[in-house]
């Protein structure tokens, strides 16, 4: 079968918009240091670096929100050129703009409490898709530490 030269380009092109528009999932488990405080997970994203998450603790309060993973932080480094420093470290400007296995996440109930989250990832490509470990603050200033395995 011969395809056109718009059938050549066209079709590379649907299956990565297709591709694109996939939704991943995955869950996580948290507990306080003394394991009396269970929280369970639920996450869902549409891209590698942003989504929703959803915890609920094991008094049945639930807290949901949005999730970042920090990919670049060039606005706050712009001012720092050179002279700063980064370079002395053999690793360039790269090393200072790119903090790309880092995901945070503002929780709120409908109470109006919220839940501050800071995760660090396992793989970072796959985002929260390829797992990761972290900590969250609760209202009373417990800390919960968080596990996401590989989905």
């Given amino acids: 079968m011969r395809h056109s030269s718009a059938e050549r380009w066209l079709l590379p092109l649907v299956a990565t918009l297709a591709g694109?528009?996939?939704?991943?999932?995955?869950?996580?488990t948290g507990a306080t240091a003394t394991g009396k405080d269970s929280v369970r997970f639920s996450w869902k994203s549409s891209d590698s670096a942003s989504?929703?998450?959803?915890?609920?603790?094991?008094?049945?309060?639930t807290y949901s929100g949005q999730f970042i993973q920090i990919t670049r932080l060039e606005p706050v480094w712009v001012r720092w050129g050179a002279g700063y420093g980064w370079d002395d470290w053999g690793a360039g400007e790269s090393f200072a703009r790119q903090y790309t296995d880092r995901v945070v996440a503002n929780l709120s109930a409908p109470s109006g409490a919220h839940i501050?989250?800071?995760?660090?990832?396992?793989?970072?490509?796959?985002?929260?898709?390829g797992g990761g470990s972290g900590k969250c603050q609760m209202p009373d200033g417990k800390t919960i530490n968080a596990h996401f395995p590989k989905t």
């Fill in 20 to 28: 694109a528009g996939c939704t991943t999932m995955g869950a996580g």
């Fill in 51 to 61: 989504g929703t998450i959803i915890a609920s603790l094991s008094d049945g309060t």
């Fill in 116 to 129: 501050r989250c800071n995760f660090q990832l396992a793989n970072l490509v796959d985002g929260m898709a």
